[in-house]
Nanobody, 128 residues
């Protein structure tokens, strides 16, 4: 069982930056791949970024590539989402998720069905 708690959301102006954190419980964090998803009002859940358990490979949605960076600290049981050059369309609730899957390929990691555990989310609002 893995429990995930997100933090770091807030209100920021367009062009600004935020860093989201997701703290995981349990001693097996390093064996889980981690992902970030988001859901804007009135829209479905959208993949943002993912990182494999080793931290050596990451995947990004085209909409955030070059602006967002996912990283992890296995010693601290934490995954981060560094968000730069934020846009109003980045406004959403951001969720982190954990998976025990060893799937290959970006398409697998962008599917919410791959993930076993989800956090409660943190709100990010970008004003224009």
């Amino acid at each position: 069982q893995v429990q995930l708690v997100e933090s770091g959301g807030g209100l920021v102006q367009a062009g600004g930056s935020l860093r989201l954190s997701c703290a995981a419980s349990g001693r097996t964090f390093s064996s889980y791949g981690m992902g970030w998803f988001r859901q804007a009002p009135g829209k479905g859940r959208e993949f943002v970024a993912a990182i494999r358990s080793s931290g050596e490979t990451s995947y990004y949605a085209d909409s955030v590539k070059g602006r967002f960076t996912i990283s992890r600290d296995n010693a601290e049981n934490t995954v981060y989402l560094h968000m730069n050059s934020l846009k109003p369309e980045d406004t959403a609730i951001y969720y982190c998720a954990a998976t025990s899957s060893r799937a290959l390929g970006a398409s697998a990691w962008s599917s919410g069905g791959l993930y076993n555990y989800w956090g409660q989310g943190t709100q990010v609002t970008v004003s224009s």
